[in-house]
């Protein structure tokens, strides 16, 4: 554990840039690759996809649904993955959208965010439909550990619109409400330049259709999917995102995947140049 | 599989009653238990439930968050405990508040919706923060399996308050636009009495607090957490649901849980009485 979140992020961001390598090992993709659908297959692409990341970028975010759905195996296995990444120097951000209340909520926390846990991650992602205070636990949770979280704000699919959009009584969208809630955090509990509490920013949506201002991202870790497959192009990181493109975790997974176990090498390569030519240091 | 959840539901009722027994095992319970906060802990307090349960009351809510929290192991301890609930005949309910986006999505009803998944319960806990669109993959897989999803609306905590009651451009609350939602998808997609899609509202809110009517509630199950501990009283049930009362699963934990596993039997038989004296049939 080497300092807050949000300051080790910057690290890896200098040292390995801001692409961040989806591990998404669902049943098309482990068909293309030629790997069993099981527990072992999962295993296998991910522990293929950390040897291929390893050296070449600086961040990998298993999407834990695929490993869930091997029960207790797939768990195993995705515990093997997670050791084998965070040994690789690997940032890992744990894709778990998790989110309850009270003990409940605090046992995700202990589970995903705690130093010699069996699923350790260096981040995860949670949801806050029940309020971002109802995650308190888990935030100072992080805080304490050196750990981040990304809370989901605003999101790329059309159905997410008319709840992220809805309007607070504050006057807030509930997308701007999470960000801003996110950003009172930081500034509570936190001295770094970038804070270890950040949001999921859909990298296909407009922020200003959701209520959002590129200034309203200062200073927090914007974790952004949607690059690639799914519509956004890392050519437009600073048009997108403006003054916050510097702290965006930008989240690339089945333009990678699908090139291949064969081909992974090349695509990885390839984002990082696209990346760092989006935004120069 | 016996037909529709709706009606597995519906018949569950009938037959045992709407309690259903939370199974929480968190270190402070497993400690007052006399119990190793570990893998075999939570499998040992999950048995002694089930255990008590049966014959009692029919259903059971395993908060897989107190499972998840011991990695793989505890998942292959839930996989014992959620197969045993279901082999002594009790509906399980896996609270698990999943929520994503396409193959993600997808993925966590395969585990736990999916007759022979090691995971497989009769319904899981949702959250559509996403929108309710985002969960389509889901609910049509429930209704293929006949099994049930509750999708979070409207959560006792009153950090949840801002979230929930903020308005939609269509003039509903969050909450309400859940339930409006959710009873749509019943609508278009089963004609049973009691649809397999429900949601879940905490038992210590005022419905119209969140820009809710007991008539949106209609035809569709009920999850309500919050009985006992948390400060609602099953006496109040008709008070508190009107005419939806009847659609509850009325769900107690921490007031079960903390009679011990002594004492739990009397318990259990108690809060059944007090359900059976709130809800005539």
């Keep these: 554990m080497t300092g807050a979140f949000g300051s080790r992020l910057s ?12 591990i998404d090992p669902h049943s098309g993709l482990l068909d293309a ?10 295993r296998d692409f991910g522990m293929r996809v950390v040897e291929a990341v390893a050296g070449r970028a600086g961040i990998v975010k298993p999407q834990v649904a695929f490993f ?3 029960g207790a195996a797939g768990y195993a296995a995705l515990e093997e993955v997670l050791s084998a990444a965070r040994a690789a120097g690997l940032l890992v951000i744990a894709d778990v959208k998790r989110g309850d209340l009270g003990t409940s909520v605090d046992a995700y926390g202990e589970a995903w965010l705690t130093p010699g846990s069996s699923l350790e991650a260096d981040a995860m992602t949670v949801v806050a439909y029940q309020g971002l205070g109802s995650l308190t636990g888990v935030l100072n949770r992080a805080q304490a550990n050196g750990k981040g979280v990304f809370v989901l704000a605003a999101t790329s699919n059309p159905e997410a619109f008319a709840t992220q959009t809805a309007t607070r009584e504050d006057g807030l969208s509930v997308a701007a409400g999470v960000v801003a809630d996110v950003a009172a955090w930081n500034a509570a509990s936190g001295r770094a330049a970038l804070g270890s509490a950040g949001v999921v920013v859909g990298a296909t949506i407009g922020l200003a259709d959701v209520g959002l201002r590129e200034s309203d991202l200062t200073g ?17 990181l600073s048009e997108l995102f403006g003054s916050a493109a510097q702290n965006v975790v930008v989240s690339a997974s089945r333009s990678i995947l699908s090139a291949g176990p064969s081909g992974l090498e090349a695509a990885i390569d390839d984002a990082v140049a696209q990346v760092t030519a989006a935004c120069p240091e």
Aim: charged fraction near 20%.
């Design 220 to 236: 927090m870790p914007v974790l952004a999917p949607g690059f690639g497959h799914q519509g956004a192009r890392i050519e437009q």
């Design 33 to 42: 690759w030629g790997l069993p659908d099981s527990a072992e297959g999962v």
């Design 68 to 70: 869930e759905r091997h």
């Design 11 to 22: 690290e890896v961001f200098t040292a390995s840039g801001r692409l961040c390598v989806g």
